[in-house]
């Protein structure tokens, strides 16, 4: 009789944070070195057309796990206490399949022990031991006898500080995550299939990378941030980038860009190889030809291009993300070194995911297998309330965005100008008119009230008061003792 673990395949689902989707070598970047993922992308298809519908942690994972735009999951802001919604959750569906379902690395979601529908979670959730959980990683250092030690490199979460890391190769939270992955893969239940979730929390910062990853990069040649007509003056910009420039700012030197690049790289670089650990754990076990593989982000970084830096916004480095399938040996389903150039976001993982394993896709689910025939003309993003907020729509070519605070309208032909140095707002009027009606189609809501006529109008920005920041980017303390628990919305950081 034939078991269920081999009528049906294994799925691998990687994440990544805060790696734009443009970083990668198959993507045709110059300086980075990602040899693990480029593979992937040839033996799978790669989508180049993937975002983030909300480029925000929290929102952009609840799409992931609910198969739902930011509208159906009801977060485009950051809501770190809002409890997932009840409704079909991807891993749970998979157990309802009869898989086991493990998740290893970041998941943020709130309370932090909800296993959303895992049978377990071995979590490293970036120090937030604020919010009332006991961090697996943060154990993991304290068996260790590094109690505390996490964050004495003295980075923050959310800043472009660099340094290399200060404990033990082995004691790297890339490679914490690496080897538990890997031995949740050695001790699966052979007799049905396995839904790995494996997420990695860097290149978010802390920009901590090891020493032997920045040494790989001595010699590159590191690219400079790029910046549009449209980028300066600071003082003409809407207010929703003005927020972010205030919040980092950036004055900085050739010299000192290159070197928080290089410091970025060399964490991304860390993850590609450990990822091969994780492909090798597969084939000793026998698992990989029988294995699917998804590999994306929940969104990118800025890293300096246009002044800007970290997400939040819905340009290239922001909101692109990578997606990556890869079938199994006898798929025929994706395409070896295929490229498949339909708009994608962060809805359609759960879709996809289900469709390979055979399992059928719940109702609730908005977004669309992206190895289906059905494809979507337009794509719409949203992120942020009231002088923060940014709406987009992207069509395959052309992206429009649009910040309510004083109405500002940017184009952006991505086909001819991929690193969105002009803006076109003001010269491709029919193309301009087409999406802004698309885009009104899309919006609800309080958003409602910034349309006049037909037209988007926004609003006049009143009261908008730039302070430096004050809690250094999100720095963590001391963590042993354990820092006392506090409420989500004051362990929260975001620009003001």
């Known amino acids: 009789m034939t078991s269920p673990a081999a009528t049906r395949p294994n799925v691998l689902f990687l994440m990544v944070d805060q790696w734009a989707g443009p970083l990668f070598g198959h993507a045709g970047h110059p300086v980075i070195q990602t040899p693990t993922i480029d593979q992937l992308a040839r033996l799978g298809t790669r989508f180049p057309h993937a975002y983030s519908e909300s480029p925000i942690c929290i929102p952009a994972r609840r799409s992931v796990m609910t198969g739902l735009s930011p509208r159906g999951h009801g977060d485009r802001s950051f809501l770190p206490a809002e409890p997932m919604p009840r409704t079909p959750l991807l891993a749970q569906c998979f157990r309802n399949a009869g898989y086991q379902a493990q998740a290893i690395g970041k998941l943020h979601v709130f309370p932090q022990r909800d296993r959303v529908g895992f049978d377990d979670a071995l979590l490293a959730e970036e120090g937030r031991p604020g919010l009332g959980a006991v961090d697996d990683y943060d154990l993991f250092l304290a068996d260790r006898g590094q109690a505390g030690q996490q964050f004495m490199h003295g980075m923050s979460n959310n800043g472009y500080e660099h340094r290399p890391w200060h404990l033990d190769e082995s004691l790297h939270v890339t490679n914490w995550i690496t080897q538990a992955a890997a031995r949740a893969i050695k001790r699966r239940d052979p007799t049905r299939p396995a839904f790995w979730h494996v997420s990695y929390s860097h290149p978010h910062p802390p920009l901590v990378p090891l020493s032997a990853y920045l040494d790989l990069y001595r010699d590159a040649e590191i690219d400079l941030p790029v910046a549009g007509n449209w980028s300066r003056p600071a003082d003409r910009l809407p207010s929703a980038l003005q927020v972010i420039r205030n919040y980092w700012p950036a004055p900085h030197t050739p010299a000192t860009h290159r070197a928080l690049r290089r410091a970025y790289y060399a964490l991304c670089t860390h993850i590609d190889h450990q990822i091969r650990v994780l492909i090798g754990t597969l084939r000793e076990e026998g698992l990989l030809d029988d294995t699917v593989i998804l590999l994306t982000c929940d969104h990118g970084d800025m890293l300096g291009d246009h002044g800007l830096w970290a997400k939040r916004l819905f340009y290239e480095g922001s909101a692109r993300v990578p997606m990556i399938l890869v079938g199994t040996r006898h798929c025929e389903r994706v395409a070896q070194g295929g490229v498949d150039t339909r708009l994608v976001g962060l809805q359609d993982v759960m879709p996809t995911l289900l469709d390979m394993a055979g399992i059928a896709v719940p109702d609730t ?65 029919p193309v301009r008119r087409r999406l802004e009606e698309a885009l009104i189609a899309s919006l609800y809501g309080d958003d409602l009230r910034w349309v006049q006529g037909g037209r988007v109008a926004g609003y006049a920005p009143e009261g908008l008061r730039l302070r430096p920041d004050r809690m250094l980017s999100g720095q963590r303390g001391v963590h042993y003792p354990q820092p006392p628990v506090d409420h989500p919305d004051r362990t929260a950081i975001r620009p003001a």
């Open 365 to 429: 689910v908005e977004g669309l297998s992206m190895v289906g025939e059905q494809r979507r003309e337009i794509l719409y993003g949203e992120c942020g309330e009231q002088h923060n907020a940014s709406r987009m729509v992207h069509d395959g070519r052309y992206k429009l965005i649009w910040y309510p605070a004083g109405s500002v309208v940017q184009l952006f032909d991505l086909a001819n100008d991929p690193r969105e140095l002009h803006d076109l707002s003001t010269d491709a009027a």
